[in-house]
Structures are given as structure tokens and as C-alpha cells.
């Protein structure tokens, strides 16, 4: 069961569009991880935000943080094929009992074409 | 600066065997961590190691088992195994330091696919 729902689960563009990928859950979390995923890959970082609304910027992706710290997202502006792939949102618990036990969403799998 | 490195890369086993998953972490890591990815779904955390000591644990059951040696490599064992083990097996490591609230984050290894037959 994925504590951390992702969406859409699958989202396909063509080159110079925008995105957006939602990550929501009903925790708090202590900070949230971004990875992008290629096929047979583990994934690799993106980003990683801690603090309520913040926002990090980078080069075309956009992350924010919610207020609350229960939710995230992630904005690409003018997408290339390069960005294809499985993009998974993490989060860290806050409670000491958990901690350093990722939850993961499912992902959302993104596709540019050319 | 060598990454997370883990091997094998592929693994093929039938059901009722046992295998062995191993894992470096990034040089300067302390903490390593193992992650079931099934096909289509996102990492499901199985435990942590810190100082030679399982630490935490997910819903996993004792078939799978682990341990941490004095240079913080890993291994991951699965006993008994059954088809619904098949997956992607990741390990993920940690920085020293990392209990401080927003120091959490976790850097993968290229995985282990281990496919049961």
C-alpha cells in the first residue's frame, strides 16, 4: 500500500510542453525526496525539500513543498526527451519510530516525444 | 568517488532457493538501506543497518533477513524464495549525521533484478 499518492500515473507529451506531477498524502512528513528512474535503474535524486512551502528551482524543474509538509510537486517547463522516465516522490517520517523508512508513491511514468 | 554499488545485477533462481544480495554504500556512508521494487510500483522499504544492527523494519517477512559489516557494506538474504519475490532489489545508503530532521535522504544503487522461476 503506497502512503503517497502520485499523479497522473502516466503522462505523455510532446517537446516544449509543460508538466506538472502531484504528490499528496494525508502525513506530515520531515522532507520529501524527488527521483527520476530510467528502466532497470535505481533511481536517482533529484531533489530534496524540508521546509513548509518552500520551493527549489532546478535549471526547467520546479519543486514546491506544501505548507502542511504533506504534499509536493514538480513542475517541468519546456520538456525535452531527456526527461522521460519514472519520476518517484519520498518521503522521510516524522516520528523517531520510522525514521529513515522512505515511503514511496507508485510513480508517475513520463513520456516526451520529439 | 565510487557510488552506491551493488551486485549481482541480474539473478535467476527457483522457487525454494535462497540468494545473496550485496551492497557498497557511497564512500562516507553509515547507513544502508534495502528496497523491494515490484514491477510497476514504487520502492517498498525493507530494513535498515546502522552500526552492524537491523535499526528498522518493514512489513517483510523473517524469510528475509540481512546483515551489515565493519566497512558498512551489506548483504540482503531471502530464504525460501517464491515467485512474488521477484523484483527489483534496491539498496539505498545514507551520509553520517543523517538522524537530524531534513538530513533524511537516501542514494541509490543501480539494483539487483532477481527474477524467480
Known amino acids: 500500500t503506497q502512503l503517497l499518492e502520485q499523479s497522473p500515473q502516466f503522462l505523455s507529451i510532446q517537446e516544449g510542453e509543460n508538466l506538472t506531477v502531484y504528490c499528496n498524502s494525508s502525513?506530515?512528513?520531515?522532507?520529501l525526496q524527488w527521483y527520476r528512474q530510467e528502466p532497470g535503474e535505481g533511481p536517482v535524486l533529484l531533489v530534496t525539500?524540508?521546509?513548509?512551502?518552500e520551493v527549489k528551482k532546478l535549471k526547467r524543474l520546479t519543486f514546491q513543498f506544501g505548507d502542511a509538509r504533506k504534499d509536493s510537486s514538480l513542475h517541468i517547463t519546456a520538456a525535452q526527451p531527456g526527461d522521460t522516465g519514472l519520476y518517484l516522490c519520498?518521503?522521510?517520517?516524522?516520528?523517531?519510530?520510522?525514521?529513515?523508512?522512505?515511503?514511496f508513491g507508485a510513480g508517475t511514468q513520463v513520456v516526451v516525444t520529439p | 568517488d565510487a557510488g552506491v554499488t551493488q551486485s549481482p545485477t541480474h539473478l535467476i533462481k527457483t522457487r525454494g532457493q535462497q540468494v545473496t544480495l550485496r551492497c557498497s554504500p557511497k564512500?562516507?556512508?553509515?547507513?544502508v538501506s534495502w528496497y523491494q521494487q515490484a514491477l510497476g510500483q514504487g520502492p517498498q522499504f525493507i530494513f535498515q543497518?546502522?552500526?552492524?544492527?537491523?535499526?528498522q523494519r518493514g512489513n517483510f517477512p523473517d524469510r528475509f533477513s540481512g546483515h551489515q559489516f565493519p566497512n558498512y557494506s551489506s548483504e540482503l538474504n531471502v530464504n525460501a524464495l517464491l515467485l512474488g519475490d521477484s523484483a527489483l532489489y534496491l539498496c539505498?545508503?545514507?551520509?553520517?549525521?543523517?538522524?537530524?530532521?531534513?538530513?533524511?535522504?537516501?542514494?541509490f544503487g543501480p539494483g539487483t533484478r532477481l527474477l524467480v522461476l
Open positions: 539505498a545508503s545514507s551520509p553520517l549525521g543523517m538522524r537530524d530532521r531534513g538530513k533524511e535522504t537516501q542514494y
Open positions: 502525513s506530515v512528513f520531515s522532507s
Open positions: 525539500v524540508v521546509t513548509g512551502g
Open positions: 519520498a518521503g522521510a517520517p516524522l516520528t523517531t519510530d520510522s525514521w529513515g523508512k522512505l515511503q
Open positions: 564512500s562516507g556512508h553509515d547507513t
Open positions: 543497518y546502522y552500526e552492524e544492527e537491523e535499526r
